[in-house]
């Protein structure tokens, strides 16, 4: 008996210290959580993906000896305001409520010439949306038309997905 009680006491009290110490490797890890970025980098994101916009825009009218579309403010917030509607799913993509966007530019903005538009959805970046409108002849049009100035919105749904405005008047 007292053989037993010596061996249990070994291994309650002796083996522990013989066993390895775990390392910080070996440790539980906490699992990461990833937040969802805040409305102002959202924000910034957009801006600069428009910019990026305008940039290509105009890099392509270049190279068509075509002067650069001026960006106007005003006109950023009507195309902000459809892309907004397009992501959060008020209207479907595509030209819906055009008309009313371009009598709005031209009553706010004093100007008597034509208007177009170009939107997309989906596409990565500036890049990619830019290369996919050029592609398009419809939208290619726009970009290289007789048109000073533009208005550019973009917007990130809570999915993740960008939408595009991008107005020419």
């Known amino acids: 008996m007292a053989k037993h009680r010596f061996l249990w006491l070994f291994i309650v009290l002796y083996l522990p210290l013989l066993l390895p110490t775990p390392v910080a490797s070996q440790q539980a890890v906490l699992p990461i959580r990833i937040s969802t970025p805040s409305a102002e980098v959202l924000a910034e994101q957009e801006l600069e993906i428009e910019q ?15 002067k650069p579309l001026e960006i106007n403010l005003l006109a950023n917030r009507i195309a902000k305001a459809h892309s907004q509607n397009m992501a959060e799913k008020k209207v479907a993509v595509g030209h819906d409520g055009f008309n009313q966007r371009a009598d709005k530019l031209e009553r706010l903005l004093d100007y008597n010439n034509s208007c177009s538009e170009n939107v997309a ?4 970046n500036a890049e990619t949306v830019v290369k996919g409108w050029i592609a ?19 917007r990130i749904s809570a ?11």
């Open 52 to 66: 990026q916009i305008v940039d290509l825009v105009n890099a392509y009218r270049k190279q068509h000896q075509l």
């Open 136 to 154: 398009s002849a419809v939208h290619q049009k726009n970009i290289v038309g007789n048109y000073s100035k533009t208005g550019i919105g973009v």
């Open 121 to 124: 959805m989906g596409y990565l």
């Open 159 to 169: 999915e993740g997905v960008l939408y595009f405005t991008q107005v020419f008047y």
